[in-house]
């Protein structure tokens, strides 16, 4: 481990940097129990609301490799600490936001500190447990507080909103945020790449724009359709850019990523496992909220409390994988993690209508087991494929890993049960004659469906409602059968493609300093030692005056 840290110390390093993860990890689902209550109350257009979501993601996933790459060349506690500073002012600022542009743009500003925090834990948690039975044990409760920090969102969001304002879920994370900026101080030692390479802005520039388009064209194509112009333009300019960006960082001599990494099937394999994971459980989530609340009725605190095994499995499971997986090898549980999401989504898809939520806790117990066995292993072994000294942009690239996979996953299986839930209102609406402005109404969301079925009453009412349940249900369906298909690619891909023990790590060039230390000095004697034993027996120094001068 890291020289000079005792065991004390390296656990309060490990608590603060996971207590700063989970707070940007609940940012990213506690939100959205909160959205009707900003409806309400700061008067926010479809379109606004999308952008309070939207503005976050966007800024988040656009500058993870750009502030990982900073933080191996001028620090990575600077650069979490930085980090933790603005993602409290943002909070504070978005809580106390009077209209929803504000809101808008303090989410974008809460971004910037969540894409300098999250890599930089993760690279800080590299370079403190340097060996690989500390870092597997770490990076198992790092993984576990990421997962739980995606499933506590809603939980946490509803407590706060069925008590204070709908700002307290921005709130509560200055006091956290706030204290893990103090700590960072006193207890996180500094580490960087001793021998960094210049700031590449070319480079910065080009990742930011292209992945941040790229998320921009993933979020919207739900609401825009996915062979909408926009969508097209935007996605085909995303990979353009990052097309540019990767020929860049080739030919460049100082380049912010070096995308050699992916020549290595463990490093590529295991993000891709990743990604997927992400994609499978937060496209559950998100269709879950909906499920509880509006085809079983359960209010934002119940429907929070309702998603809870997943977290509590996570987070006793993540863990307990990272430790297995040293034993055992990396393939089997991540493989096995991602067969447990299968088949729990293959059980969910088996809820009907009328299934209540007792229904359900088998497949959320099953798909927490999954996640928890997954993707600490998965983590692992994407951090331990690289040099430490590259740790900042490497947790940066696992990061952005986990930002689109959760992205893609809300936007297609979104898309996915839109596209049902609308097919099969369409032909009932039609039959009705339901005039436009109703009909989009109806076919916008389940919520506005039976908001309608209310407001119409009686027998009309009543059959409004039969039917948007019924093709609510028969979308989601689609969705987690999809969800498991994709859980069960993943499945072949670990198999296939990831090693199951880790190859000999990377070694990094030194630096000039350790070279000029260490290296060169012991290359001379090396070399002045054969050179002495190729000329024989040093000559006699009475009759070659000065050979005793000669260096042995």
Known sequence: MHAGISVRQRAAVLLVLCASLLVVNLDSTILNVALPTI?????????????????YAIVFAGLLLTLGSLGDRIGRRRVFAWGLALFAIGSAIAAFSSTPDRLIAARAFMGIGAAAIMPSTLSILTNVFVDDDSRAKAIGVWSGTTGVGIALGPIVGGWLLAHYFWGSVF??????????????????????????????????????????ILLWAIIEAPSRGWRSWPILVGTAIAFAILVLFVLFERGSRHPM??????????????????????????????????????????????????????????????????????????????????????????????????????????????????????????????MGSLPRTRAGVGSATNSTA????????????????????????????????????????????????????????????????????????????????????????????????????????????PSASNFDLEIRPALQRHLTLVADRAMGPPPDSDRYPGASTISR
């Not at 409806?39 to 503005?55: F, G, I, N």
């Not at 590529?268 to 879950?288: E, K, N, P, R």
């Not at 209508?353 to 099953?366: D, H, R």
């Open 402 to 509: 986990l930002q689109f996979g959760g992205a893609l996953g809300v936007g297609v299986l979104g898309s996915l049960l839109n596209s049902r839930y609308q097919g099969q209102l369409a032909p009932v609406l039609a039959h009705y004659r339901v005039p436009i402005s109703v009909t989009r109404v109806i076919e916008g969301s389940l919520g506005g469906a039976l908001a309608a079925g209310q407001h119409l009453g009686g027998a009309t009412g009543t059959a409004l409602d039969s039917v948007a349940r019924r093709a609510f249900s028969s979308g989601m369906d689609l969705t987690v059968l999809v969800g498991a298909v994709v859980s069960l690619v993943g499945v072949g891909v670990v198999l296939a493609l990831l090693p199951n023990w880790a190859p000999a790590p990377l070694v990094p060039a």
């Open 257 to 382: 990523f070096d995308v050699s990494f992916f020549s290595s099937r463990r490093f590529s394999a295991a993000m891709a496992a990743m990604a997927l994971v992400v994609f499978s459980l937060t496209g559950l989530l998100f269709l879950m909220t909906q499920w509880l609340q509006f085809s079983l009725g359960y209010t934002p605190l119940a429907t929070g409390l309702r998603t809870g095994p997943i977290a509590l499995v996570l987070i006793v499971v993540a863990p307990l994988s990272a430790v297995v997986a040293r034993r055992i090898g990396t393939k089997l549980p991540v493989a096995l993690g991602m067969l447990a999401i299968a088949v729990g989504l293959l059980l969910m898809s088996r809820m009907s209508v009328s299934s209540g939520y007792l229904g359900a806790v088998p497949a959320l117990l099953l798909i927490g087991v999954g996640a928890g066995s997954a993707f600490a292993p998965a983590t692992d072994a994407v």
């Open 171 to 212: 709130l509560v994370n200055v006091p956290i945020a706030f204290a893990a900026l103090v700590a960072s101080i006193v207890v996180v030692p500094e580490s960087k790449n001793p021998s960094a390479p210049p700031l590449d802005p070319i480079g910065a520039v080009l990742s930011t724009l292209g992945l941040g």
């Open 39 to 55: 409806v309400r109350d700061l008067h926010a257009t479809s379109s606004q609301l999308q952008w309070v979501l939207d503005a």
